[in-house]
């Protein structure tokens, strides 16, 4: 089974708690594995927790790893920069999943990093 959510991005650089919605696209009474994938290439998907602090510290060391500027892709669009910084990230998670809800650890959640906002962009969660 394959689902979509979209989420809208308000900043170029910023990550989002989707936890929420990865758990509502699950079937219910599923156990097994669930995909989360960005079927973007300057977005990234990870597990990590969700608070404030942490998600601001996140963006700050993709910007400091990552300059804004100075790559070659630049030349045709101009933002290399928030391909190396999804690259980073990865693009998908597999997690677990017993009786329909994600099989996450305490302080875990599921994070959109989405490095070339502002921008609507769609969340693959899929299932075998």
Do not use: K
Not at 31 to 48: L, P, R, W
């Amino acid at each position: 089974m394959r689902r979509t959510f979209d989420i809208r991005t308000e900043r170029r650089l910023q990550v989002v708690d989707v936890t929420d919605e990865v758990e509502a696209a699950l079937p219910r009474g599923y156990d097994g594995v669930c995909t989360v994938f960005s079927t973007h290439t300057t977005t990234g998907v990870c597990v990590n927790e969700a608070e404030s602090r942490l998600l601001g510290d996140i963006e700050s060391m993709l910007t400091e790893v990552v300059p804004d500027d100075g790559w070659d892709h630049d030349e045709l669009d101009g933002n290399a920069d928030s391909h190396l910084r999804a690259l980073l990230v990865g693009n998908g998670v597999s997690i677990p999943v017993v009786d329909g809800a994600l099989d996450l650890g305490r302080w875990q959640s599921v994070l959109l990093v989405e490095c070339d906002g502002p921008r609507t962009r769609t969340v693959t969660v899929a299932t075998p």
